[in-house]
């Protein structure tokens, strides 16, 4: 088909047959990427809800159930989180300059950024199993030091605030096990050499998610860890 | 290239003002502010986010419309869940769950 060059030097390969071009195939993959991080929106919104209701009938159960948390961890695990924020930017700018090796360890250090945050947090459950923190059977809280001596403290509602930590936290870690698995065949098709200024889709998308991801935790800080720590 | 390509310097600044603003919420937790404490927490959490979307999430260089349409729909049904949720359960006599 040696009549129609122009056609055969404007198609790149990754171009799905269905787009007019591939400016416009990234903008309906961007636009579907938005869409379901609004989905994602509305999935931890409900969590959310609950968190503010309960937190509202059971304020001084919550700020206990607060206070047993290290707040030392979830602040380095903020760090970690918006280091890996940075690296995922980077790498997004690493592939629209079609910096291969770049871009590669780019991801790997987002990679074992993902995976510091996910051992940090692994410690401080484990630690909650230790303490008998963990709804259930076995839950069991000793109410240290109440900070106003007229509140009563029930541990059935701090049972709550447990449930609703492990749950949070736990569904936003299962983001980032998904997360990093994303980033694992992203690392691969990019050390293969597939991505570049021209295509880089799968990456900018990627990182949506990822910092998408960040974002949840950098509401759950605050809510889970810093509910009354004052003197 | 059709996307704002962002430079480094930006991108360093943005994360250096987002790991101070995680130390400021962590020492400002300390301090009694009363009522404030929550409020100051959730308006620097809520200052990160928007600069995790602004520049990393590059929502302040897209062109297209249609992203804004769906983070603004996105944030406004959050509103919907969150106050008119808290609008029934706030204005209920404590304790009549």
Request: hydrophobic share 50%; with cysteine; charged share 15%.
């Amino acid at each position: 088909m040696s009549d129609s060059p122009a056609i055969v030097e404007s198609h790149n390969p990754e171009q799905q047959h269905h787009f007019a071009d591939m400016e416009q195939q990234r903008q309906a993959s961007s636009l579907g990427m938005w869409l379901f991080l609004a989905t994602e929106v509305m999935f931890f919104g409900g969590m959310f809800c609950a968190y503010l209701i309960y937190r509202y009938w059971y304020y001084p159960e919550f700020a206990a159930g607060s206070k047993t948390l290290d707040i030392r961890l979830g602040a380095i695990n903020t760090a970690v989180l918006i280091c890996s924020s940075l690296t995922v930017a980077l790498s997004v700018r690493a592939a629209q300059f079609g910096k291969r090796k770049l871009l590669v360890t780019l991801l790997v250090a987002t990679i074992l950024l993902g995976l510091v945050f996910l051992g940090i947090k692994g410690v401080e459950w484990a630690s909650k199993f230790e303490e008998h923190h963990v709804p259930g059977y076995s839950f069991h809280f000793e109410p240290q030091a109440p900070s106003h001596p007229n509140t009563k403290i029930d541990p059935q509602r701090i049972q709550i605030f447990f449930s609703l930590y492990f749950a949070m936290t736990g569904i936003h870690a299962l983001h980032m096990v998904i997360g990093v698995g994303l980033f694992a065949v992203l690392t691969f098709y990019a050390w293969k050499g597939r991505y570049n200024s021209a295509y880089y889709t799968p990456i900018e998308n990627a990182g949506l998610y990822w910092h998408f991801v960040d974002i949840i935790w950098i509401y759950l800080f605050p809510l889970l860890y810093l509910i009354d720590r004052k003197k | 290239m059709s996307e704002h390509v962002v430079s480094t310097k930006l991108y360093y600044a943005i994360w250096i003002a987002l790991l101070v603003l995680t130390g400021v919420t962590a020492g400002v937790a300390f301090i009694d502010l009363g009522p404030f404490n929550t409020i100051v927490a959730l308006t620097i959490a809520t200052l990160k986010a928007v600069l995790v979307l602004l520049f990393f999430m590059h929502l302040k260089y897209t062109s297209e419309k249609m992203t804004s349409v769906v983070v603004i729909s996105a944030l406004f049904w959050l509103l919907i869940l969150l106050a008119l949720s808290l609008a029934d359960y706030t204005t209920r006599p404590l304790g009549v769950n």
